[in-house]
């Protein structure tokens, strides 16, 4: 067997800050600490956390008056901020900043009195939290088919926003149909899909043509990760999204197989090395790490973060 493993694949610059945040806040305050959805989209990182006495919570009313919340990498509405404070809470803002760019450039359109498309995902928090910035001028468009059906005044301003984490490839093709469309629609130079999110399509898009298999590691619940996965379906291989090695299954594989193997932007690296420990000692793997693009990118930590000292 032999093991092609992606790079980039894993943490973002992203997650890492959101996971630097919470770990920092532990340290500092201890618990009770309170996290408003998964800090990021990852079954290992949440328990972990879980583990060491964070409490993950669906809505933000489940955190006592006064506690300490860190809003996750997703992002949150307005509305979520605001209970914050009728509630008291001492709120950690752990948004990535290219959430929070979406989020800005949505309310700069609606105060241009623009209607915002956002292509994105339903119930996905991100998208919850981006439509909650101006909740009446944005329509969520779904699929290409939505596009099909949607209809506008000539004199309505349009303009269409992205969800950070889609395939380059699908929303590519609904922003052509947006603007065959509707010719005057405006929005960002390309789309809003973050850095790490097309990187990491990339080297997918690169390296999977070498490879039978393809092994992503990340959560089902996170969207960049199940991206990845369904690139791989698209290349005609056969290709699993797993959190872990106790997820394989022995018969997806032959001795003699060249397999890619890759990891969403939440996905931690400690989970990539055990399963190429696992394929090196089952089938005697030999490993070729091939970089496609190199990532230099870093967040600072929440400002409420910033001065703390911890010992
Ligand atoms: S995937 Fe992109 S948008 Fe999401 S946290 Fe990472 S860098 Fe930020």
């Known amino acids: 067997m032999h093991i092609i493993l992606a790079n980039p694949r894993g943490f973002c610059a992203g997650v890492n800050m959101a996971i630097q945040s919470l770990e920092k806040a532990l340290a500092a305050f201890g618990t009770p600490l309170y996290v408003y959805h998964e800090i990021v989209h990852n079954r290992p990182v949440v328990e972990k956390f879980r583990s060491l006495g964070v409490v993950f919570v669906d809505h933000i009313s489940e955190v006592p008056s006064g506690a300490t919340v860190l809003y996750s990498a997703h992002g949150v509405s307005p509305e979520i901020r605001q209970v914050s404070k009728?509630?008291?809470?001492?709120?950690?803002?752990?948004?990535?900043?290219?959430?929070?760019?979406?989020?800005?450039?949505?309310i700069r359109f609606a105060k241009d009195g623009y209607t915002i498309l956002l292509i994105g995902h339903a119930g996905h928090d991100e998208v919850i939290g981006t439509m909650g910035e101006a909740p009446q001028a944005i329509v969520?468009?779904?699929?290409?088919?939505?596009?099909?059906t949607l209809a506008f005044a000539d004199d309505v301003k349009l303009a269409f926003l992205t969800q950070t984490t889609l395939s380059v490839d699908e929303a590519g093709v609904i922003i052509r149909a947006l603007k065959a469309k509707f010719p005057h629609i405006v929005g960002p130079a390309k789309d809003d899909i973050c850095y790490a999110t097309?990187?990491?399509?990339?080297a997918v898009r690169d390296l999977a043509k070498d490879a039978?298999?393809?092994?992503?590691?990340?959560?089902q619940n996170s969207s960049n990760s199940l991206r990845l996965r369904e690139l791989g379906e698209v290349f005609g291989k056969s290709a699993y999204l797993i959190d872990s090695v106790e997820d394989i299954r022995p018969d997806w594989f032959s001795a003699d197989d060249t397999v890619l193997v890759t990891a969403g932007a939440s996905a931690p690296e400690e989970k990539v090395q055990e399963v190429v420990g696992w394929l090196k000692t089952t089938y005697d793997a030999t490993v070729e790490e091939k970089v496609v693009r190199e990532e230099h990118v870093n967040f600072p930590l929440p400002r409420e973060l910033r001065s703390l000292q911890v010992i």
Not at 140 to 148: A, C, N, T
Not at 198 to 202: M, T
């Open 212 to 219: 039978r298999v393809v092994l992503v590691l990340g959560s």
């Open 140 to 148: 969520l468009v779904e699929d290409l088919d939505y596009v099909e």
């Open 198 to 202: 097309q990187n990491r399509q990339e």
């Open 86 to 106: 009728e509630r008291n809470l001492r709120a950690i803002d752990a948004t990535c900043p290219l959430v929070t760019k979406v989020h800005l450039e949505a």
